[in-house]
T-cell receptor, first 118, second 117 residues
Framework: AQSVTQLGSHVSVSEGALVLLRCNYS??????LFWYVQYPNQGLQLLLK??????LVKGINGFEAEFKKSETSFHLTKPSAHMSDAAEYFC????????????????FGQGTILTVHP | DVKVTQSSRYLVKRTGEKVFLECVQD?????MFWYRQDPGLGLRLIYF???????EKGDIPEGYSVSREKKERFSLILESASTNQTSMYLC????????????????FGAGTRLSVL
């Protein structure tokens, strides 16, 4: 079974500082990897995804993440935090194979709440 | 844009009531999912459906059932609501992963915050 661990349920940074949100996964084969963001009182919005190819992926709002197979990690970064980045962030994995019994199910981490101080 | 619409943003129900949460998507997605979200636990899958009238249990199906009579609509049913079902409920949908496109991307509704008193 797949699992996802997000290190740190709360991360606090100053505006303009580096944002680093950590995600490690366990899977028998390299999966698809996702980061979603949830703003207060809203649903989840896809931030970025890794499927195949380049291991450094860029997403919306200046975020990027790097897939490191040897470390089974998919950490999310942003060089300079903005107040509008305050939200909860979820890392998720799913099986790569088409169809079959996975049905595209996602396994989510516990979430990391990002606070940005002025 | 993909749109997943959940019928209610907030619901307050009494213990023992039968509760229906409705979800509609407009992208002709085959897969639909119901999650509950609780602080510190992330999202946990309750049920999912990969076709009309087809359903599969997720990780926490106890106390819930689902219905999918039309492709675009997926309903979550609490047969007899209990206080431990107070939570945020999120619906999502996605295409079948054919190996091209989609890649299991799920699109989410805004959520229904259910309080059971």
């Amino acid at each position: 079974a797949q699992s996802v661990t997000q290190l740190g349920s709360h991360v606090s940074v100053s505006e303009g500082a580096l944002v680093l949100l950590r995600c490690n996964y366990s899977s028998s084969v390299p999966p698809y990897l996702f980061w979603y963001v949830q703003y207060p009182n809203q649903g989840l919005q896809l931030l970025l995804k890794y499927t195949t190819g380049a291991t450094l992926v860029k997403g919306i709002n200046g975020f990027e993440a790097e897939f490191k197979k040897s470390e089974t990690s998919f950490h999310l970064t942003k060089p300079s935090a903005h107040m509008s980045d305050a939200a909860e962030y979820f890392c998720a994995v799913s099986d790569k194979h088409a169809g079959g019994t996975s049905y595209g199910k996602l396994t989510f981490g516990q979430g990391t709440i990002l606070t940005v101080h002025p | 844009d993909v749109k997943v619409t959940q019928s209610s943003r907030y619901l307050v129900k009494r213990t023992g009531e039968k509760v229906f949460l409705e979800c509609v998507q407009d992208m002709d997605h085959e897969n639909m999912f119901w999650y509950r979200q609780d602080p510190g636990l992330g999202l946990r899958l309750i049920y999912f459906s990969y076709d009309v009238k087809m359903k599969e249990k997720g990780d926490i199906p106890e106390g819930y059932s689902v219905s999918r009579e039309k492709k675009e609509r997926f309903s979550l049913i609490l047969e007899s609501a209990s206080t431990n079902q107070t939570s945020m409920y999120l619906c999502a949908s996605s295409f079948v992963n054919t190996g091209r496109g989609s890649k299991n991307i799920q699109y989410f509704g805004a959520g229904t915050r259910l309080s059971v008193l």
